[in-house]
Each structure stands twice: as C-alpha cells, then as structure tokens.
C-alpha cells in the first residue's frame, strides 16, 4: 500500500534560498529496473551558503544477490552489503537529515523513486522533501554545457571528479555542481518555492528568458570574424556582444587585442557565442592583476552566457576557521571563508595542507570532526587519546575551547611567518616536557617539529592570515614602470585603482586606514570579497610585486617615497 506523506509545508517554500540548507544526496543501486531496484549504498552532503559541510553515508543491504556486472561497476560488493547496517536504522538516520531541508540529486526523479520504494519496503514513511534537480538546473542555467551527465557537467564548470559510481563521491561531485550554479539560480529565484517553479519541466520547448540564441544550437555554423582592430595591445578585458548589445562573453588577457582575436581561430574551442558575436568592447588596465579582477566583477555584474563559473586552476588552498558556529573548526579550502572567520594563506598543495591542519588539530586539541556537532555518550578517539577536547560531550566550557583556538590561530595573527612561529612554539613546548621529565610528550613533540618542518617546506612561503597584513601593493605593467595599486586591509582589497603620483597614493592610503589599523578579520566579508581577495592574493605569492606594509603610523611621506621609488624602477615582470 503506498505511503501518503503530506506536501511540504510552506514554511520550507517560502525560505529565502539564500538561508536554506540543501542535502545533496545519491545512491547506488542494483542496476535492476521496477519494483526489483534495490539502494545498495547512499551517499549525503549538507551545503548551506554555497558550501559543503557535513558528509554521511552508507551501505544498505539487499534482499536479491548482486550480479557480477554491477559489482565491477560500482565496486560495491555482496559481502560489502551483507555486511552493511539494517536498512530500518539507516533510513531513519536519512529522514532525520532531510527534516527542514530541500533534497538535490543528479536526476533527482530516479533517486526519489529508489528511496521512495526502500522507505516502502521497510514500512516507513518517506518524508517527500522539496526537490531540486542538477540536470534541471543546467539545462536552465548553465546551456553550453555539452552533455549535462554528472562528469562531463562537472567539468564543464571547472570542477575536477577523481571517483565516480559510489554513492558519497557523486554526491560530493553534485553538490559542487549546485554550488557552483547557485549563484545564477539566486539571481532568478528568491525563494525554495520560486526555484522549484523556475526548473519545473515544460510541456513545450521554450526560450529561456535572456538567451541569445533563440534557443537554437549554432554549434557547427561558420565562424564570422568580429573586427577586433579598435583593441589595444594592453592587459585588460574584453567583452563580445551580440547585434543587441547584449554581453556573451568577458575574457581577460595581458593583451586584449591578441586574445580577442584568437577566439575566431579555426582552432579555438567550438563555443555558442562566438557566431552570435557582432561587437568587441573592452576595459584596459595597468597589469594582469588588474585585468583578473575586472574580469571578475563584470562577470558578476553582466552574467555573460558564455561565461562558466570562475574556476580555479591552480593549487592554492587556504587554512580557515568559521568563527560563527559552536566550538570552530581548522578546514582546508580552495578560497577564503566569507563572514566572520581567520583566513590563512594562499597554500600551495591541498594535501599538505589538509595534513597540517590535522597536526595543528591533534596539537591543540581541537575538534576532528565536522562542523555539525553531535551530542555523545563517550568520547571520540581523539579523545581517549587526549588530542580533543571533546565538546561533543556537552559538558566543556566554550570559554576554554576558544582559549585553544586562539592561541593555534595566534600563531597566524602576528605580524612574522606563521610557520617559524609554530616551529618556536614546539620548541617551547618540547623544552617544558623534558624540564617536567615528561620525556615521552617531549619524543612526540619531536616528531611533529620534524614532520611539520618538511611540512612547511612544502606549502613555501611565509604563512601569515589575510588580514594579519595590511598593506600597499603594486602589480606591474608587463613592460613599462606602471603599476595597479591594491590597498589589502582587514581580509579585504579596501580600494584599487592605477597608481597615479604620490598624492593620490596617500589620500587613498588615509582613506584606507581611516576605519582602523586593519589588523582584525573583515567581520562581514561577502563571498565577492573574499573572491577578489583569493584572486589578488594567489596572484601575488606566484609573482613579483613591491609591497608597503601599513599601520596607523604610516606618514604621507613614506607613502610618497615608496611610490617615487616605484615609478624609478623598470617593470617587475
């Protein structure tokens, strides 16, 4: 007898999509169709404001025998499945984490369903959560996409996908997708409600509003020159038009005239856009940095089609703590935490990265775990071992917790290398242990210099939080003695602009400081800021740049002299 389960309230509907938290969910299953499908593994990620949180997943047991094709497809196996958790515990675990939250899957239908018949089969109501679909929402928002299967969307949009076919990796892999379309889905719809009706299926074909190809694949049709003579060979951005004026494309380049004309090669990249394109506008700038950053604003501001999301194609990682949520965390990141939250880099090389925090984490005794906090009976290992606090357990002062949290983070805050200073404060810490005849913290303690040591080599350079260094920096024209000047302070690129002379430097700089010394975490960066700041900043640790590092008592005339000495210097690039 199927199971009835009311509509979801309104409550949910009219959320701001902004608030709302989403599980991104996906299962495997037996590979058989009907009534005879079977969940064998579910994998589940918790976003919220456009980032992934907490992970969950697992195996489900079966009642038919796994064939020996979808065991080599998925790698799930039948004692894996044998072996798995009572479907009558899990599945309940799984409602618990919907309650209150908006379901995305990759072909969201098909996991509904599957889900849907294993609530079923164990006699349990499924919560029939609101919906949102992956392919829906790039077949709406993101249309040049070529193929919108889970892989090929995820690449499209810059998002790398090293394991396919288990439940949680696909889920990691589809919340990314969403992550990375919410910010065009924000821009249509305020609410759950409004974005379930902007990606309900349509009965007959129709053109998305503010498409610029009337909905018709032009792919294959003849490439027509747009005249790109009027650009200039200068760093800057560039914007095709349509006949309308309305923007399909903004690109960046240390020469816009070069660039531009290159996208009309007979071997460039088979794109949309490029046989709509009529009108080549473009934005100089001094340097590269410049150009990256403009590039980035007006994207946000035009939404060009043609445009992915801006992806990252280096390595640079950021150590970050979220000081909004109860007893913070140490994570590794691809960029800077928005809101109130320490910002550590940029790192070069996740994986060291992410071993340093793990070492940081069991050195201060902080929290392993995820973000979300759940209350339990016994300590964790980690806490058995004494390398957590345990907060878990409900009965620590915050007050102590945060102690330790800031003295990890002070390490980071002041005004040398983050890195020397851990390295001193193991030093510290292994002299106390041998004065206490503790020798055998002493031999741990030992061992964590050396490996954070070949640590610290790895990430390079000095390790210092994004607003722990105020200051004044100059990104150079590729040839000439002209410079972009950027004023970063407090977490933030406070003000940018070309460097002119000295008085226009220093009212900038005044201007800058005027609110403090810039020294404390920005408290309500958006995520734009801390975008540009992730752009600017991994620009400047893999380039020359000349810096002035500023305070309360930087006078006019150091600022002054440093920008004659500046202008007196041949190019940095």
């Known amino acids: 007898m199927p199971i009835t389960v009311p509509s979801p309230p309104s409550s949910i509907l009219d959320a701001p999509l902004s608030t709302t938290e989403f599980l991104v969910v996906d299962t495997e299953t037996n590979g058989l169709g009907g009534e005879q499908c079977e969940v064998t593994e579910i994998g589940a990620v918790l976003v919220g404001g456009g980032e992934l ?45 919907l309650e209150g939250r908006v379901l995305v899957a990759h072909n969201a239908s ?6 849907a018949q294993a609530f079923a089969r164990e006699g349990l109501a499924w919560p029939d959560p609101p919906t949102l679909c992956t392919v829906a929402l790039a077949r709406n928002l993101h249309p040049l996409a070529r193929q919108r299967k889970l892989r090929p969307l995820a690449e499209s949009l810059g998002i790398d996908v090293d394991v396919s076919h288990r439940a949680l990796a696909d889920a990691e892999t589809c919340a990314r997708v969403l992550c990375a379309l919410f910010p065009r889905l924000c821009a249509n719809a305020g609410t759950v409600g409004q974005a379930l009706g902007l990606l309900r299926a349509k009965r007959r074909r129709t ?61 460039s990249p088979d794109t949309g856009w490029v046989a709509q394109a009529e009108i080549a506008d473009h934005v100089e700038t001094v340097s590269e940095l410049g150009a990256l950053l403009t590039e980035a604003r007006l994207i946000r501001e035009l939404k060009p089609p043609g445009n992915h999301r801006l992806k990252h194609s280096d390595n640079w990682v950021y150590l970050r703590c979220r000081l ?11 960029e800077p935490a928005a809101g109130r ?36 009976q016994h300590p964790s290992a980690y806490g058995q071992m004494g390398r957590c606090l345990s907060p878990c357990l409900g009965d620590l002062d915050p007050n102590a917790y945060r102690r330790r949290l800031d003295e990890a983070l002070a390490l980071f805050t002041g005004e040398g290398d983050g890195g020397r ?7 510290a810490e292994m002299r106390a242990a041998a004065a206490e005849e503790r020798f055998e913290r002493a031999g741990w303690l030992r061992r964590r210099r050396e490996r954070l040591a070949v640590l610290l080599e790895r990430l390079g350079g000095a390790m210092a939080a994004t607003h722990a260094r105020p200051r004044l920096v100059l990104a150079a024209h590729p040839v000439e003695a002209r410079y972009d000047a950027l004023w970063l302070i407090g977490g933030r690129i406070v003000d940018w602009a070309p460097l002119t002379d000295g008085a226009d430097a220093w009212a900038r700089t005044e201007a ?7 020294r404390g975490p920005a408290p309500c960066a958006t995520p734009d800021e801390v975008r540009d700041v992730r752009i600017a900043t991994t620009w400047l640790a893999a380039h020359p740049s000349l810096e002035l590092a500023l305070s309360r008592e930087t006078t006019r005339a150091r600022v002054e002299r440093f920008v004659v000495r500046a202008q007196g210097l041949p190019s940095l690039s």
């Open 341 to 376: 939250a320490i910002n550590v880099g940029p790192l070069q090389g996740r994986f060291a990265a992410a071993e340093l925090v793990e070492q940081l984490t069991s050195l201060f005794a902080l929290r392993h775990c995820g973000r979300g906090l759940r209350r339990r």
């Open 53 to 97: 949180h907490e992970r969950w997943e697992t195996l489900v047991p079966v009642r038919a025998p796994l064939s020996r094709g979808i065991q080599r497809f998925t790698g799930i196996s039948q004692a894996m499945v044998d072996e798995a958790p009572p479907a009558e515990v899990t599945l309940p675990e799984l409602a618990e984490q």
């Open 421 to 427: 200073a851990l390295l001193e404060h193991l030093d």
């Open 207 to 267: 053109v998305r509003a503010g498409r610029t190809d009337g909905g018709v694949s032009l792919r294959g049709t003849r490439r027509r020159k747009v005249d790109c003579s009027a650009l200039p060979d200068e760093p800057g951005v560039y914007i095709f038009r349509n006949a309308e004026g309305q923007p399909l494309y903004v690109g960046k380049s240390v020469s816009i005239r070069s660039r531009a004309k290159a996208h009309f090669l007979p071997s």
């Open 324 to 334: 909004d949520i109860p007893f913070p965390i140490l994570e590794v990141a691809p």
């Open 110 to 115: 098909f996991d509904r369903r599957v889900l």
């Open 512 to 518: 800058a400081l005027r609110g403090g010394d810039g």
